[in-house]
Protein backbone atom coordinates (compact mmCIF):
# COMPACT_ATOMS: atom_id res chain seq x y z
CA UNK A 1 0.00 0.00 0.00
CA UNK A 2 1.01 3.84 -0.24
CA UNK A 3 1.95 5.97 2.35
CA UNK A 4 -1.82 7.63 1.53
CA UNK A 5 -3.55 4.57 2.41
CA UNK A 6 -5.31 4.01 5.44
CA UNK A 7 -2.38 3.77 7.92
CA UNK A 8 -0.92 3.84 11.55
CA UNK A 9 -1.19 6.96 13.31
CA UNK A 10 1.62 8.75 14.98
CA UNK A 11 -0.35 10.57 17.37
CA UNK A 12 1.56 12.11 21.02
CA UNK A 13 1.09 9.95 23.72
CA UNK A 14 -1.24 10.21 26.54
CA UNK A 15 -0.95 11.44 29.60
CA UNK A 16 0.37 8.44 31.93
CA UNK A 17 -2.96 6.68 33.16
CA UNK A 18 -5.16 8.22 30.32
CA UNK A 19 -7.72 5.61 29.32
CA UNK A 20 -4.97 2.94 30.74
CA UNK A 21 -6.17 -0.54 32.54
CA UNK A 22 -4.68 -2.75 34.88
CA UNK A 23 -5.24 -6.25 35.61
CA UNK A 24 -7.79 -5.50 38.50
CA UNK A 25 -10.01 -3.15 36.02
CA UNK A 26 -13.03 -4.49 34.12
CA UNK A 27 -12.17 -5.01 30.60
CA UNK A 28 -12.24 -2.34 28.27
CA UNK A 29 -15.16 -2.15 25.48
CA UNK A 30 -14.66 -2.19 22.14
CA UNK A 31 -16.45 -2.46 19.21
CA UNK A 32 -15.57 -4.22 15.79
CA UNK A 33 -15.81 -3.43 12.15
CA UNK A 34 -16.57 -6.19 9.40
CA UNK A 35 -16.34 -6.22 6.06
CA UNK A 36 -18.02 -8.33 3.69
CA UNK A 37 -16.41 -10.79 1.62
CA UNK A 38 -17.11 -14.30 0.84
CA UNK A 39 -15.09 -17.03 1.86
CA UNK A 40 -12.52 -14.29 2.51
CA UNK A 41 -14.61 -13.86 5.98
CA UNK A 42 -12.95 -16.77 7.30
CA UNK A 43 -9.90 -14.10 7.95
CA UNK A 44 -12.12 -12.06 10.26
CA UNK A 45 -13.25 -15.22 12.12
CA UNK A 46 -9.48 -15.76 12.92
CA UNK A 47 -9.35 -11.98 14.03
CA UNK A 48 -12.33 -12.49 16.00
CA UNK A 49 -11.46 -15.88 17.06
CA UNK A 50 -7.94 -14.00 18.83
CA UNK A 51 -9.98 -10.93 20.19
CA UNK A 52 -12.39 -13.41 21.76
CA UNK A 53 -9.16 -14.62 23.86
CA UNK A 54 -8.13 -11.12 24.94
CA UNK A 55 -9.60 -11.10 28.99
CA UNK A 56 -8.83 -7.46 28.94
CA UNK A 57 -11.10 -6.72 26.17
CA UNK A 58 -15.17 -7.26 25.81
CA UNK A 59 -16.46 -6.77 22.30
CA UNK A 60 -19.53 -4.55 22.96
CA UNK A 61 -20.76 -3.90 19.08
CA UNK A 62 -20.19 -5.67 15.67
CA UNK A 63 -21.61 -4.11 12.45
CA UNK A 64 -21.13 -6.38 9.51
CA UNK A 65 -22.08 -6.84 5.93
CA UNK A 66 -22.16 -10.05 4.01
CA UNK A 67 -19.58 -12.63 5.86
CA UNK A 68 -19.03 -10.21 8.26
CA UNK A 69 -22.47 -10.14 9.14
CA UNK A 70 -22.93 -13.83 9.49
CA UNK A 71 -19.91 -13.36 11.61
CA UNK A 72 -21.32 -11.30 13.94
CA UNK A 73 -24.45 -12.85 14.56
CA UNK A 74 -22.80 -16.35 14.84
CA UNK A 75 -20.46 -14.72 17.51
CA UNK A 76 -22.94 -13.20 19.51
CA UNK A 77 -25.51 -16.07 19.69
CA UNK A 78 -22.33 -18.11 20.63
CA UNK A 79 -21.60 -15.53 23.43
CA UNK A 80 -24.84 -15.34 24.92
CA UNK A 81 -24.89 -19.27 25.22
CA UNK A 82 -21.98 -19.95 26.15
CA UNK A 83 -18.95 -16.76 27.00
CA UNK A 84 -16.27 -15.92 24.75
CA UNK A 85 -15.51 -19.76 24.76
CA UNK A 86 -18.96 -20.63 23.42
CA UNK A 87 -18.75 -17.66 20.81
CA UNK A 88 -15.23 -19.28 19.45
CA UNK A 89 -17.02 -22.80 19.01
CA UNK A 90 -20.13 -21.05 17.56
CA UNK A 91 -17.79 -19.38 14.59
CA UNK A 92 -15.48 -22.83 14.09
CA UNK A 93 -18.61 -24.65 13.97
CA UNK A 94 -20.20 -22.00 11.05
CA UNK A 95 -17.09 -22.24 9.09
CA UNK A 96 -16.91 -25.71 9.49
CA UNK A 97 -20.84 -25.85 8.10
CA UNK A 98 -19.51 -24.19 5.03
CA UNK A 99 -16.93 -25.80 4.12
CA UNK A 100 -19.10 -28.86 3.80
CA UNK A 101 -21.66 -27.60 2.28
CA UNK A 102 -19.68 -26.87 -0.53
CA UNK A 103 -18.29 -30.34 -0.80
CA UNK A 104 -20.18 -31.10 -3.83
CA UNK A 105 -19.68 -27.68 -5.43
CA UNK A 106 -17.97 -27.78 -9.24
CA UNK A 107 -16.35 -24.52 -7.76
CA UNK A 108 -12.85 -26.49 -7.20
CA UNK A 109 -9.93 -25.58 -8.13
CA UNK A 110 -7.93 -27.25 -11.21
CA UNK A 111 -4.99 -30.14 -10.29
CA UNK A 112 -2.27 -27.50 -11.36
CA UNK A 113 -3.34 -24.78 -8.85
CA UNK A 114 -3.72 -27.33 -6.25
CA UNK A 115 -0.17 -28.50 -6.91
CA UNK A 116 1.46 -25.36 -7.56
CA UNK A 117 -0.38 -23.92 -3.92
CA UNK A 118 -2.74 -21.57 -5.91
CA UNK A 119 -5.94 -20.51 -4.25
CA UNK A 120 -7.71 -18.94 -6.60
CA UNK A 121 -10.52 -20.45 -8.84
CA UNK A 122 -9.57 -18.93 -12.42
CA UNK A 123 -8.81 -21.92 -13.93
CA UNK A 124 -11.77 -23.67 -12.87
CA UNK A 125 -14.18 -24.86 -15.77
CA UNK A 126 -17.09 -24.17 -13.59
CA UNK A 127 -16.23 -20.86 -12.61
CA UNK A 128 -15.64 -19.42 -16.11
CA UNK A 129 -18.63 -21.00 -17.28
CA UNK A 130 -20.56 -19.46 -13.97
CA UNK A 131 -18.83 -15.80 -14.39
CA UNK A 132 -19.95 -16.31 -18.11
CA UNK A 133 -23.44 -17.14 -17.38
CA UNK A 134 -23.90 -14.21 -14.84
CA UNK A 135 -23.11 -11.78 -17.09
CA UNK A 136 -26.02 -13.30 -19.78
CA UNK A 137 -28.61 -14.25 -17.00
CA UNK A 138 -30.33 -12.92 -13.96
CA UNK A 139 -30.68 -15.23 -11.24
CA UNK A 140 -34.25 -15.55 -12.00
CA UNK A 141 -33.33 -17.14 -15.00
CA UNK A 142 -30.85 -19.42 -13.47
CA UNK A 143 -32.52 -19.90 -10.18
CA UNK A 144 -36.12 -19.38 -10.74
CA UNK A 145 -37.12 -20.96 -6.95
CA UNK A 146 -35.02 -18.58 -5.39
CA UNK A 147 -32.38 -21.77 -3.45
CA UNK A 148 -29.38 -20.42 -1.27
CA UNK A 149 -27.83 -23.30 0.33
CA UNK A 150 -26.83 -20.80 3.15
CA UNK A 151 -30.08 -20.41 4.55
CA UNK A 152 -30.11 -23.91 6.33
CA UNK A 153 -26.12 -23.51 7.46
CA UNK A 154 -27.79 -19.87 9.28
CA UNK A 155 -30.49 -21.67 10.82
CA UNK A 156 -28.05 -24.89 12.34
CA UNK A 157 -25.58 -22.36 13.22
CA UNK A 158 -27.55 -19.51 14.87
CA UNK A 159 -30.05 -19.67 17.98
CA UNK A 160 -31.83 -16.45 17.03
CA UNK A 161 -33.19 -15.97 20.76
CA UNK A 162 -29.72 -16.29 22.00
CA UNK A 163 -28.82 -13.57 19.33
CA UNK A 164 -32.07 -11.38 20.25
CA UNK A 165 -30.74 -11.43 24.12
CA UNK A 166 -27.23 -11.36 23.53
CA UNK A 167 -24.91 -8.02 25.06
CA UNK A 168 -23.09 -8.36 22.05
CA UNK A 169 -24.95 -5.66 19.82
CA UNK A 170 -24.87 -6.19 16.23
CA UNK A 171 -25.90 -4.44 13.39
CA UNK A 172 -26.45 -6.05 9.75
CA UNK A 173 -26.54 -4.13 6.70
CA UNK A 174 -28.36 -4.51 3.93
CA UNK A 175 -29.45 -2.22 0.43
CA UNK A 176 -32.71 -1.65 0.03
CA UNK A 177 -32.86 -2.20 -4.12
CA UNK A 178 -35.90 0.56 -4.70
CA UNK A 179 -34.16 3.44 -2.53
CA UNK A 180 -30.33 2.49 -2.39
CA UNK A 181 -30.21 3.45 0.83
CA UNK A 182 -28.87 1.29 3.65
CA UNK A 183 -31.21 -0.71 6.38
CA UNK A 184 -29.35 -1.45 9.66
CA UNK A 185 -30.91 -4.63 11.13
CA UNK A 186 -30.19 -5.16 14.92
CA UNK A 187 -30.07 -8.16 17.22
CA UNK A 188 -33.84 -8.45 17.88
CA UNK A 189 -35.08 -8.27 13.74
CA UNK A 190 -31.32 -10.30 12.58
CA UNK A 191 -33.18 -12.73 10.79
CA UNK A 192 -31.95 -15.31 8.61
CA UNK A 193 -33.41 -13.45 5.42
CA UNK A 194 -31.51 -10.36 7.15
CA UNK A 195 -28.45 -12.12 6.61
CA UNK A 196 -29.02 -13.64 3.18
CA UNK A 197 -30.07 -10.01 2.25
CA UNK A 198 -26.81 -8.44 3.75
CA UNK A 199 -24.77 -11.06 1.44
CA UNK A 200 -27.19 -11.15 -1.22
CA UNK A 201 -25.17 -10.18 -4.21
CA UNK A 202 -27.54 -9.55 -7.30
CA UNK A 203 -25.65 -11.16 -10.11
CA UNK A 204 -26.30 -14.68 -8.14
CA UNK A 205 -28.77 -14.32 -6.06
CA UNK A 206 -32.82 -13.42 -5.88
CA UNK A 207 -32.99 -9.80 -4.08
CA UNK A 208 -34.44 -11.11 -0.68
CA UNK A 209 -37.68 -9.59 0.31
CA UNK A 210 -38.10 -8.53 3.43
CA UNK A 211 -41.41 -6.52 4.92
CA UNK A 212 -42.63 -5.94 1.32
CA UNK A 213 -39.10 -4.55 0.11
CA UNK A 214 -36.63 -5.91 -1.93
CA UNK A 215 -32.50 -5.95 -0.92
CA UNK A 216 -29.28 -6.88 -2.19
CA UNK A 217 -25.47 -6.78 -0.51
CA UNK A 218 -25.18 -4.40 2.02
CA UNK A 219 -21.75 -3.68 0.40
CA UNK A 220 -23.05 -1.42 -2.20
CA UNK A 221 -24.50 1.26 1.47
CA UNK A 222 -21.88 0.19 4.13
CA UNK A 223 -19.40 -2.45 4.35
CA UNK A 224 -19.64 -2.00 7.65
CA UNK A 225 -21.52 0.60 8.18
CA UNK A 226 -19.71 2.39 11.52
CA UNK A 227 -22.43 5.00 12.85
CA UNK A 228 -24.19 2.65 14.57
CA UNK A 229 -21.08 1.81 16.45
CA UNK A 230 -20.76 5.73 17.61
CA UNK A 231 -24.38 5.90 18.38
CA UNK A 232 -25.68 2.95 20.25
CA UNK A 233 -22.26 1.74 21.65
CA UNK A 234 -20.68 2.81 24.91
CA UNK A 235 -17.04 2.08 23.47
CA UNK A 236 -15.04 4.34 22.28
CA UNK A 237 -12.93 2.27 20.14
CA UNK A 238 -13.63 0.83 16.97
CA UNK A 239 -11.42 -2.11 15.30
CA UNK A 240 -12.07 -2.16 11.28
CA UNK A 241 -11.48 -5.58 10.20
CA UNK A 242 -10.19 -5.05 6.57
CA UNK A 243 -10.84 -7.62 3.83
CA UNK A 244 -11.52 -5.66 0.79
CA UNK A 245 -8.18 -3.91 -0.09
CA UNK A 246 -8.16 -0.23 -0.70
CA UNK A 247 -5.44 0.22 -2.77
CA UNK A 248 -3.79 -2.56 -5.30
CA UNK A 249 -0.61 -1.83 -7.18
CA UNK A 250 -0.36 -1.45 -11.08
CA UNK A 251 -3.33 -0.89 -14.01
CA UNK A 252 -5.57 -4.30 -14.04
CA UNK A 253 -5.47 -5.09 -17.87
CA UNK A 254 -7.21 -8.32 -17.88
CA UNK A 255 -11.26 -8.41 -18.17
CA UNK A 256 -11.74 -10.14 -15.44
CA UNK A 257 -9.29 -8.26 -13.25
CA UNK A 258 -11.06 -4.93 -14.47
CA UNK A 259 -14.28 -6.19 -12.97
CA UNK A 260 -12.53 -7.40 -10.09
CA UNK A 261 -11.17 -3.88 -9.16
CA UNK A 262 -14.28 -2.09 -10.10
CA UNK A 263 -16.20 -4.35 -7.51
CA UNK A 264 -13.30 -3.54 -4.50
CA UNK A 265 -13.61 -0.01 -5.73
CA UNK A 266 -17.24 0.10 -5.29
CA UNK A 267 -17.62 -1.90 -2.38
CA UNK A 268 -14.91 0.34 -0.62
CA UNK A 269 -16.28 3.22 -1.23
CA UNK A 270 -19.39 3.65 1.05
CA UNK A 271 -16.55 2.95 4.50
CA UNK A 272 -14.24 5.41 3.06
CA UNK A 273 -16.79 8.12 2.58
CA UNK A 274 -18.24 7.42 6.51
CA UNK A 275 -14.29 7.54 7.67
CA UNK A 276 -14.11 10.70 6.01
CA UNK A 277 -17.27 11.69 7.43
CA UNK A 278 -16.25 10.80 10.55
CA UNK A 279 -12.68 12.80 10.39
CA UNK A 280 -14.43 15.65 9.27
CA UNK A 281 -17.04 15.52 12.33
CA UNK A 282 -14.01 14.90 14.73
CA UNK A 283 -12.64 18.38 13.73
CA UNK A 284 -15.39 20.15 13.30
CA UNK A 285 -17.63 18.69 16.05
CA UNK A 286 -18.69 21.18 19.35
CA UNK A 287 -17.35 18.88 22.46
CA UNK A 288 -19.62 20.48 24.20
CA UNK A 289 -22.45 19.10 22.06
CA UNK A 290 -23.76 15.22 22.50
CA UNK A 291 -23.31 14.13 19.15
CA UNK A 292 -19.73 16.21 19.14
CA UNK A 293 -18.50 14.39 21.47
CA UNK A 294 -19.70 10.57 20.24
CA UNK A 295 -17.48 11.69 16.75
CA UNK A 296 -14.86 13.21 18.86
CA UNK A 297 -14.25 10.30 21.48
CA UNK A 298 -14.08 7.88 18.72
CA UNK A 299 -10.57 6.00 18.43
CA UNK A 300 -10.66 3.73 14.73
CA UNK A 301 -8.26 0.78 14.37
CA UNK A 302 -7.27 -1.29 12.08
CA UNK A 303 -6.92 -5.17 11.06
CA UNK A 304 -5.59 -5.74 7.75
CA UNK A 305 -3.01 -8.25 5.95
CA UNK A 306 -0.86 -7.90 2.90
CA UNK A 307 -2.24 -11.52 1.89
CA UNK A 308 -5.42 -10.08 1.36
CA UNK A 309 -4.04 -8.54 -1.41
CA UNK A 310 -2.75 -11.68 -3.12
CA UNK A 311 -6.03 -13.34 -3.09
CA UNK A 312 -8.43 -12.70 -6.72
CA UNK A 313 -12.33 -12.28 -6.98
CA UNK A 314 -12.48 -15.95 -7.82
CA UNK A 315 -11.14 -17.32 -4.48
CA UNK A 316 -14.01 -15.86 -2.38
CA UNK A 317 -15.93 -18.63 -3.54
CA UNK A 318 -13.57 -21.13 -2.23
CA UNK A 319 -14.67 -22.75 0.44
CA UNK A 320 -12.43 -25.62 0.69
CA UNK A 321 -11.58 -26.12 4.77
CA UNK A 322 -8.03 -25.91 4.09
CA UNK A 323 -8.21 -22.63 2.24
CA UNK A 324 -10.82 -21.08 5.16
CA UNK A 325 -8.04 -22.58 7.63
CA UNK A 326 -5.48 -20.75 6.19
CA UNK A 327 -7.34 -17.32 5.89
CA UNK A 328 -8.41 -17.93 9.63
CA UNK A 329 -5.17 -18.46 10.65
CA UNK A 330 -3.51 -15.43 9.07
CA UNK A 331 -6.57 -13.74 10.78
CA UNK A 332 -5.20 -14.86 14.16
CA UNK A 333 -1.69 -13.50 13.14
CA UNK A 334 -2.69 -10.14 12.32
CA UNK A 335 -5.15 -9.97 15.30
CA UNK A 336 -1.69 -10.96 17.34
CA UNK A 337 0.57 -8.71 15.41
CA UNK A 338 -1.94 -5.87 15.99
CA UNK A 339 -2.59 -6.31 19.75
CA UNK A 340 1.36 -6.34 20.12
CA UNK A 341 1.44 -3.21 18.21
CA UNK A 342 -0.96 -1.36 18.81
CA UNK A 343 -2.70 -2.89 22.17
CA UNK A 344 -1.85 -0.05 24.08
CA UNK A 345 -3.08 2.00 22.17
CA UNK A 346 -7.07 0.39 23.13
CA UNK A 347 -8.67 2.71 25.26
CA UNK A 348 -5.66 5.92 24.78
CA UNK A 349 -5.41 6.84 21.23
CA UNK A 350 -6.48 6.25 17.61
CA UNK A 351 -3.56 4.03 15.62
CA UNK A 352 -5.63 4.51 12.23
CA UNK A 353 -5.04 8.05 10.68
CA UNK A 354 -7.90 8.80 8.51
CA UNK A 355 -7.73 12.12 8.12
CA UNK A 356 -5.52 12.43 5.55
CA UNK A 357 -8.94 10.91 3.60
CA UNK A 358 -9.73 15.02 3.68
CA UNK A 359 -6.92 15.95 1.56
CA UNK A 360 -8.11 17.49 -1.97
CA UNK A 361 -11.69 18.30 -0.88
Known amino acids: MSEHALQDATEPEAEPGAGSSSATDAPLPVDVALQGGGAHGAFAWGVLDRLLEEQRLRIDGISGTSAGAMNAAVLASGFAAGGADGARQALTDFWRRVSEGALLSPLKRGPLDVLLGRWTLDNSPAFLALDLASRLFSPYDLNPVGLNPLRDILLESIDFEHLAASRVKVFITATCVRTGRPRIFRNADATTDALLASACLPQMFQAVEIEGEAYW ?15 ECSADDTILVQINPVERPGTPRA ?39 LWGQMRMHRIASERMVELGYSSKLNAEW ?13 ASEFLERHGDDLGKRPSLDIDYLLEGI
Not at 217 to 231: A, C, E, H, K, Q
Not at 255 to 273: C, H
Open 217 to 231: DGGYSGNPTISPLVR
Open 322 to 334: AFLIMLRDEGRRA
Open 255 to 293: ARDILSRVNEISFNAPLLKELRMIALLRQVADPGHTEGA
